[in-house]
């Protein structure tokens, strides 16, 4: 090729072409988009020193800020990127089955799936959490908050409000516990309510310190009898006599109790009582009880001393008698 016929070509339009309008120049092109624009391929931007082509060969080992073997793509691959607008320029479509988006309205970065440490401080509401991860913060505060399915805690909790449970293993609490429906206490419940009413249910033979009512018996003793009245299954006594001679002594006893005693004579004949030493009346004068015509006379005693037991009964009652009471 001759010197002449390269000028000759630097004249044809098709192989060189000068845009004095735009400042640009091209070579096998007749429209240059670029300050310098080869064929369709390579362009030099000289303003912001871009070269772009669509293939590069050579040595880039003087290139800096490249990630050697990182792969970049719109549809699939572990470092995927997309985007959902551009302000300039082209871009494949990205695959459905994109998982980074950014919403510029409400400023919010979406994704199926973040792995890996989350540093910074996160604010906002979260929603939608699952799996069964571990974490480990310092304070929750629950607005309405619920807590659904089983949920363990190794160590104490403090609440300074009210909580509400259904089923609870363990409660510890320094303050008000309501119960709405009882409490259960092994396989029964062991106490309700009944509106402002409490009420205790199952076996209070364990319970002490409490008067469970008056107990009463009935003795309706032969003549020329001796009655043993039993003092540790009631507190009342009633002697319905018989014409003769009947003498009354105890067995058993608590230290304190109070007994009443009611003596009845018969409508007919007269019955004479006489007392077991267990008894001591005012001044150690045994009183002579009333006579026929069913009179009705009441002693009234307390057990003063039973660790001196003589026989079945109580050593010591404190009695004092009111006689004729028909």
Request: zero cysteines; charged letters at 5%.
């Amino acid at each position: 090729m001759t010197r002449a016929v390269q000028i000759a070509e630097l004249g044809d339009q098709n192989v060189f072409t000068v845009d004095s309008d735009n400042s640009r120049i091209g070579i096998g092109t007749t429209n240059p988009q670029a300050l310098l624009q080869v064929g369709t391929g390579v362009s030099v931007y000289g303003n912001s020193g871009i070269v772009s082509a669509t293939t590069y060969y050579g040595s880039g080992a003087e290139l800096t800020g490249i990630t050697a073997g990182a792969t970049l793509s719109a549809a699939s691959g572990s470092q995927r990127v997309v985007v959902t607008s551009l302000t300039s320029g082209t871009m494949t479509a990205a695959g459905t089955n994109a998982d980074l988006a950014y919403n510029t309205t409400t400023n919010t970065l979406s994704a199926t799936t973040f792995s890996g440490a989350l540093t910074g401080n996160a604010s906002g509401t979260a929603g939608g959490l699952s799996g069964t991860p571990d974490i480990t913060i310092q304070n929750v505060t629950g607005v309405a908050g619920t807590f659904t399915g089983f949920v363990a805690f190794s160590t104490s909790i403090s609440v300074g409000g009210t909580i509400t449970y259904e089923d609870v293993t363990n409660v510890d609490s320094i303050g008000v516990i309501t119960a709405r429906a009882g409490v259960q206490v092994g396989s029964g419940q062991s106490f309700g309510a009944n509106g402002p009413t409490a009420v205790y249910y199952g076996d209070g033979s364990n319970l002490t310190g409490i008067s469970a009512g008056i107990t009463t018996t009935k003795y309706s003793p032969t003549a020329n009898a001796i009655i043993q009245i039993g003092l540790g299954t009631a507190q009342h006594h009633e002697l319905t006599l018989t014409a003769g001679f009947t003498t009354i002594t105890t067995s058993g006893g608590t230290y304190g109790d109070s007994h009443s005693l009611v003596l009845i004579q018969p409508s007919s004949g007269i019955a004479t009582v006489g007392f077991s030493t267990f008894f001591q009346f005012p001044s150690g004068a045994t009183p002579s009880m009333s006579e026929g015509s069913s009179k009705v006379d009441l002693v009234s005693f307390v057990v003063k001393d039973i660790a001196g037991n003589t026989g079945t009964g109580a050593t010591e009652l404190l009695a004092s008698a009111g006689l004729n009471y028909s």
